[in-house]
């Protein structure tokens, strides 16, 4: 019998993701624009897995996420273009600054939370925002900062095929530290603070430091994603950072589902798809909003009858599938429930390690 076991699962989806733009170079599959739909699913896989590590595992609530996504894509634009230095510097920029300031606001989630704390994040999300517009000297305001290709080792990336390759590699990395992470004493921290943050002070855990530490590494997640849009499309221009983005990364998140690595995948999927598909069709053609109604549409039709997400449906389904052929699959829990206990009694521990670990 064949046993699948992450982080090697998202090895090998990778490698066979990236045989997709090679093959697509070779014998033209997807069109251009198929080919950036591609490419923004991962991109915005890599921001929903760190919203998913702040929202899913840690429980805080964050509407101004997007705006760290905007900061990533400026700063990678204006170290590249303006400042002339190499994609790989302004790439790891745009994520270690909105990391610094994310620090920032995981010491103001201290003193705040549930409602409070997401009505605060979406008044920083819009201070941001306006930032942008008015730091012309930065951002260029309205009329958007330019972005140059990515260039690694001399290699300019310009077709999408190898921006897709790019891209899929950075997810993929990101994924296993995600996965890592979530798996070890940090992510069930989290996880015990999601659940109850008296009953995980009560056990020794500091609020303060893993705050800090969801925060940071979801803001700088969402930097990265940002870094390599800017580069993907190569001209940011500040209205794309507003609430409905940030809305966009919430509902991918619940969509695909909370507390879970492949569903954070699953949902940048979903809404890159299907809204577009929904554009194309006669009927909605001419329809402005069509992508912010399709996205309102999906996010109530799941949390009605997929509450715990997409991803979940799909794994049981698969994992019905694989045993009518004599395969097993063995991932990381895909329920928020299985993730509520954190308790360090060797019973508890003995108890945990018949199911499956977090990195779902």
Known sequence: MIVFKRP???ITLGLLFILVPIVNIYLPIFSRGQMTILNMIVIYSIGAIGFNILLGYSGQVSLGHIAFMGLGAYLSAYITQVMDLSFILGLLVAGIIPMLLGLILGAIALRLEGHYLAIATLGLGMTIKHIFIEWTAFTEGFSGRRAPPAEIFGLE???REHSLILGTIVLVILAIFAYNLLNSKTGRALMAMRD???AAQAVGISMFKYKMIAFAIS???VGIAGGLYAHLIRFIEPTRWGL?????LVAMTVIGGLASIGGSVVGAAFLEIVPNLARNLPVLEGIRSINFIITGILLILTIIYF???LYRKFVKWGKSGLAIIGVSYQSGTESA?????FNSSKENQTSESKHEGPGG
């Open 8 to 10: 090697y699962l998202y």
């Open 157 to 159: 990336i310009i077709q």
């Open 196 to 198: 109850s943050s008296h």
């Open 219 to 221: 803001t700088f997640y």
């Open 244 to 248: 409905e983005a940030s809305l966009d």
């Open 307 to 309: 509450p715990e997400g």
């Open 337 to 341: 429930k299985s993730d509520n206990s």
